[in-house]
Each structure stands twice: as C-alpha cells, then as structure tokens.
T-cell receptor
Framework: SAVISQKPSRDICQRGTSLTIQCQVD?????MFWYRQQPGQSLTLIAT?????????ESGFVIDKFPISRPNLTFSTLTVSNLSPEDSSIYLC??????????FGQGTRLTVV | GENVEQHPSTLSVQEGDSAVIKCTYS??????FPWYKQELGKRPQLIID?????GEKKDQRIAVTLNKTAKHFSLHITETQPEDSAVYFC??????????????FGKGITLSVRP
C-alpha cells in the first residue's frame, strides 16, 4: 500500500508565529488534501492541493491563513500562519489513488501557547 | 455542499453483541461511502467502503449497507471485541473511485465494547 509521511508529528508554537507541515507520498498523486481535526471532533477539509495550480479552499479557510504549496506530485506543505490558541488542532494530509482508498498521514498535533 | 449526519454520537455494547452505526447524506450525486476507524492518537484507517452501484458489502465481521433512495448507509459490526473500541467516521464523496475527490465526514461515533 502507499506510504504517506507527515512531519512534524507534533509541535508547540508561540502565538503569532507560523508552523509549516510537510507531507511526502511515495508515489505520484494528482490531488492532495489537507484536513483539520479539532480535539474530539471530525475531520474538516481545509483545501485541495493540485500540482501546478493554486489550492482550492473550503468555506471558512483562506489562503493568507493556510498557504499551501504543491511543488511536485509527491510533496505538499501546509502553513498555519499567525497562530492563535484556536489553531490548536491536529492537521492531516491525505491522498487517494484511482480506485483506492484515501490514505492519511499520521497527523501533526499543534499546540499554540 | 454535501452534509453527512452520523448518529448516535456514542455507542456502548457488550462484547459479542452487534453494533450498528447509521449515516445520512444530503447530496444525491455522492456515490462513494467509506467508513474509517480512528484509534486514540492515530490516523484514520479505512475499514470498509461501498459504491453506489451496490446495496451491501461484507468483510468478515464488518458490513455496510446503502439505501440510495433514502440517502443513508450503515455500518454493521458483529461479534464485537474490545479492540473494536474506537471512533468511527462515515464519509461521502462524489467520485466513483474515491480518487481525486474530497471526502465529507460525519461527526464520528465513539464505540465502546465492554468486556
């Protein structure tokens, strides 16, 4: 099965700073997805990242706060900018191949202090 | 957009009993319905999925049923074991194969299996 690696696994950040999360897939995929999972909650899609084009953001999420890069078909980053305690959450990257299930990274647990 | 409702929010069963978790969806264009299991501190893992061209799918102790007319689908776990205790999420997608299409998740249910 495909391997998807996400890092860091956790971080504690100061208010007002930014955190960049990296996601690496061991095969080429067209789209990658970034989700947020607040404590005890479900997964909410932040944006869809296509290689070579700007990410598509869901309602309530904006590029200035969550800039995304997708430089090639195996890699993507999500930055959470200008951190506040409300950003404390788990962030997960995901992809799915044709005819296969969606795979998730192991998640990044962000705590903002 | 798609809205996926999941109920109940918690479920406690005795080991060996069956558990049923139900989800409804709003968008009739959705055609792919996966179920994910998430253990504490771990990533969601697919346990079973169903596409809109079938009404039921089974994999050992786990089965999923789909009613397209009523727009609801259910997860059935038989002979529950303590290791089935986890959070279960249903989801819906408009992509037939699940590829390159975003998933809309239900809120999740915490299943507890009492030994």
């Amino acid at each position: 099965s495909a391997v998807i690696s996400q890092k860091p696994s956790r971080d504690i950040c100061q208010r007002g700073t930014s955190l960049t999360i990296q996601c690496q897939v061991d095969s080429q995929v067209t789209m990658m997805f970034w989700y947020r999972q607040q404590p005890g909650q479900s997964l909410t899609l932040i944006a869809t990242a296509n290689q070579g084009s700007e990410a598509t953001y869901e309602s309530g999420f904006v590029i200035d706060k969550f800039p995304i890069s997708r430089p090639n078909l195996t890699f993507s980053t999500l930055t959470v900018s200008n951190l506040s305690p409300e950003d404390s959450s788990i962030y997960l990257c995901s992809f799915s191949g044709v005819g296969t299930e969606a795979f998730f990274g192991q998640g990044t647990r962000l705590t903002v202090v | 957009g798609e809205n996926v409702e999941q109920h109940p929010s918690t479920l406690s069963v005795q080991e060996g009993d069956s558990a049923v978790i139900k989800c409804t969806y709003s968008d009739s264009a959705s055609n792919y319905f996966p179920w994910y299991k998430q253990e504490l501190g771990k990533r969601p893992q697919l346990i079973i999925d169903i596409r809109s061209n079938v009404g039921e799918k089974k994999d050992q102790r786990i089965a999923v049923t789909l009613n397209k007319t009523a727009k609801h689908f259910s997860l059935h776990i038989t002979e529950t074991q303590p290791e089935d205790s986890a959070v279960y999420f249903c989801a819906a997608s408009k992509s037939w194969a699940g590829a390159n299409s975003k998933l809309t998740f239900g809120k999740g249910i915490t299943l507890s299996v009492r030994p």
